[in-house]
Nanobody, 123 residues
Framework: HVQLVESGGGSVQAGGSLGLSCAASRVTDARFCMGWFRQAPGKEREGVAGIAERDGSTFYGASVKGRFTIRHDVAKHMLYLEMNGLKFDDTAMYYC????????????????WGQGTQVTVSS
């Protein structure tokens, strides 16, 4: 079955930058979306960014647009998230996921999830 392993989380001061990586294995279907979601304590899991594997189209949540950049390496099945201008509200567990549809970053469209990596932003 598909496996997703995130790395790169950590602690940073507000205004700083962090990069996340996700290694996907056993992926056999090229028609899918790879995405990043996050969940803060007491809040629902929300879509951060997604990228369509087939054509590289990108999608971003409103709260991160202009600050975060999602990239992928299709050949290596790697997903990246570059986070700049981090804010206290970006503090959350970040999850890598694979789904069948990017638009809207609806978590119900994503069936495979990593274990998550923690990002903590201090104000």
């Amino acid at each position: 079955h598909v496996q997703l392993v995130e790395s790169g989380g950590g602690s940073v001061q507000a205004g700083g930058s962090l990069g996340l990586s996700c290694a996907a294995s056993r992926v056999t279907d090229a028609r899918f979306c790879m995405g990043w979601f996050r969940q803060a304590p007491g809040k629902e899991r929300e879509g951060v960014a997604g990228i369509a594997e087939r054509d590289g189209s990108t999608f971003y949540g409103a709260s991160v647009k202009g600050r975060f950049t999602i990239r992928h390496d299709v050949a290596k099945h790697m997903l990246y998230l570059e986070m700049n201008g981090l804010k206290f509200d970006d503090t959350a567990m970040y999850y890598c996921a694979i789904g069948y549809e990017c638009p809207g970053l609806d978590r119900d469209n994503f069936g495979y999830w990593g274990q998550g990596t923690q990002v903590t932003v201090s104000s």
